[in-house]
């Protein structure tokens, strides 16, 4: 039997999580709640349950897990009233506004003896798998550098996202993703060293992009950027490594990698560039590099749905661990710390 989800929020995010828990094997959304009561679910589906106030969703005993999926500053107090009301929990991401509201929800879980998650589902983007895959395999041999951006022109959203005590910004919209994964692709690996300059173009009270430099202990870095005013979109990723070079430029997946065949540091004969000559930057026509497609990675974020099913039942460790989680709102807290005062912030024993 599936276990019954109740959700919390009918917005945008919420109609996508109905549209993949469809598919799911595990779990199925059985009720929904949200605060304007004349929205309409039954072209969802006339199964859906919907109920009046949140007190009745925690109330109704066939509802094992609550998914929240409403603004970012109301995510703590409903995943505590759903933990005490003997509930699992998935929450939207970001889960909370700061690194004390999470800790206290998962204090709040372990003492109720319920699972808590969040929906962190950009690890399932195609983009960040083959970037993943290309490392893992040492395509481009050691990893030495990477960027991470997404960016776009039409600003932010005319809603709660501009909004600073609901959450906005886009430092806890998309940095919440970007940091994220980077930190699978050095595994292992602690901070040593962090800045962040968070973007005011707009004029709104919360950030409209930014740009993150991560220094690692290995001395290796990581770039993360987001912009809402970029008319002309950098690639999403750009991957240095010791014997090649990926990019990929869009969530299309158009792209490529290129891996060294012949020797580095071959001499060069001097080129002619702009006023000047260079053979530090001559281009490679000796036939000692070889330019490949993008592999193909195969993705399903309903597996995120499952794997916490599996996890409430003890058949599955989750995907989304606690530890990630703290990590993860600890260094935006030192993001939002970094631009305020302008300055690297070091880490001695690392973050």
């Not at 009561?37 to 589906?45: E, G, H, L, W």
């Not at 399932?124 to 960016?151: A, C, H, M, P, S």
Request: hydrophobic content about 40%; overall charge negative; glycine content about 8%.
């Amino acid at each position: 039997m599936k276990k019954r989800v109740g959700l919390v929020g009918f917005g945008g995010m919420g109609k996508q999580h109905i549209k993949r828990i469809k598919e799911s094997q595990l779990v199925e959304i059985t009720g929904i709640f949200d605060i304007d009561s004349d929205k309409d679910y039954s072209t969802i589906s006339s199964k859906i349950k919907k109920y009046d106030s949140l007190s009745a969703l925690l109330d109704d005993s066939t509802i094992e897990i609550v998914l929240i999926a409403t603004p970012n500053d109301t995510h703590k107090t409903i995943a505590i009233q759903a933990l005490q009301s003997g509930k699992h929990v998935i929450s939207e991401k970001p889960v909370t506004l700061n690194t004390s509201e999470l800790k206290e929800i998962l204090t709040t879980a372990e003492k109720c003896g319920k699972k808590f998650t969040v929906h962190q589902n950009r690890r399932w983007d195609e983009n960040f798998l083959i970037t993943k895959k290309l490392l893992e395999e040492k395509k481009l041999g050691e990893l030495l550098y990477v960027e991470n951006r997404v960016q776009g022109s039409r600003g932010i959203p005319k809603d709660w996202r501009r909004n600073k005590n609901q959450g906005g910004g886009m430092l806890l919209d998309w940095g919440v993703h970007l940091i994220d994964r980077i930190l699978f692709l050095f595994p292992n690996q602690k901070i040593i060293s962090l800045h962040a300059t968070l973007n005011y173009f707009l004029k709104h009270e919360v950030d409209d992009g930014f740009k993150i430099e991560i220094i690692f202990d290995s001395l290796k870095k990581a770039y993360l950027e987001v912009g809402t005013t970029n008319f002309i979109e950098l690639p999403e990723w750009y991957v240095v490594g010791s014997i090649g070079t990926a990019v990929i430029e869009d969530f299309e997946l158009n792209g490529k990698f290129v891996t060294l065949t012949g020797e580095l540091a071959k001499e060069a004969v001097p080129v002619e560039t702009g006023a000047g000559l260079t053979k530090t930057m001559a281009p490679r026509n000796d036939n000692s590099v070889e330019t490949f497609p993008l592999p193909y990675v195969e993705s399903n974020v309903v597996e995120f749905y499952d794997n916490f099913a599996q996890a409430i039942d003890g058949k599955a460790e989750p995907f989304i661990k606690n530890e990630e989680l703290i990590r993860l709102t600890t260094i935006i807290d030192a993001c939002f710390e970094a631009s305020r005062k302008n300055e690297v912030l070091h880490f001695p024993n690392g973050l």
